[in-house]
């Protein structure tokens, strides 16, 4: 169900910016991306969205190319804290769908 | 403070019993879900409910049904539990129906 594709599993150092890459090539034009994650044991949690711009908020940065068919969330510098799964939705028919994501390790 | 609160946090019970999950969030917010993640860590939406009115109903056995008695609560009825119930069942909630939700902590459900 899926619309998106993310590599399984990344690793960054700790204090270095995370750059998590997501594909959506087939994302319509109304349609927004969303980023959640999930640290272990807990709840999902929203990061941020956006649809054609580039966002930013306290937490990240998305940045979607301009032909909409990939993004990258950027956590400027990654702290151990920011170890968990990440999920890129497109969202689709009403509802949230989550794929795999991809796990976030942060080292020191 | 905590914003959507489940209880209880862990379950641990066998097959063919009932039991409840209840789901409360004091963010005002008018629209709650039901999701579930499996073994393999899938997360999925069960339900969604906007001001007491099931608006997403998942193919979701029977066995499972949602109860809001009030916009702020969705709780979650599991009748004749079965092994394939175990999971990890997250609440969620959003002002209006929002793709920006806030989930709870999480119930693990462990049937034996």
């Known amino acids: 169900d899926a619309k998106t594709t993310q590599p399984p599993s990344m690793d960054c150092a700790e204090g270095r910016a995370a750059n998590l890459p997501c594909n959506h090539s087939?994302?319509?034009?109304?349609?927004?991306v969303y980023w959640y994650r999930q640290i272990h044991s807990q709840g999902p949690q929203y990061i941020i969205h956006?649809?054609?711009n580039n966002e930013t908020n306290e937490m990240a940065s998305l940045i979607i190319t301009e032909d909409r068919k990939s993004s990258t969330l950027i956590l400027p510098h990654a702290t151990l804290r920011d170890t968990a799964v990440y999920y890129c939705i497109v969202r689709g028919e009403g509802k949230l769908i989550f794929g795999q994501g991809t796990e976030l390790s942060v080292k020191p | 403070d905590t914003a959507v609160s489940q209880t209880p946090k862990y379950l641990v019970t066998q097959m063919g019993n009932d039991k409840s999950i209840k789901c409360e969030q004091n963010?005002?917010?008018?629209?709650m879900y039901w999701y579930k993640q499996d073994s393999k860590k899938f997360l999925k939406i069960m339900f969604s409910y906007n001001n007491k009115e099931l608006i997403i109903n998942e193919t979701v056995p029977n066995r499972f049904s949602p109860k809001s008695p009030d916009k702020a609560h969705l709780n979650l009825h599991i009748n004749s539990l079965e092994l394939g119930d175990s999971a990890v069942y997250f609440c969620a909630s959003s002002q209006g129906f929002s793709y920006e939700q806030y989930f709870g902590p999480g119930t693990r459900l462990t049937v034996t």
């Open positions: 087939t994302i319509s034009g109304n349609e927004y």
């Open positions: 963010l005002g917010h008018d629209t």
């Open positions: 956006g649809l054609k």
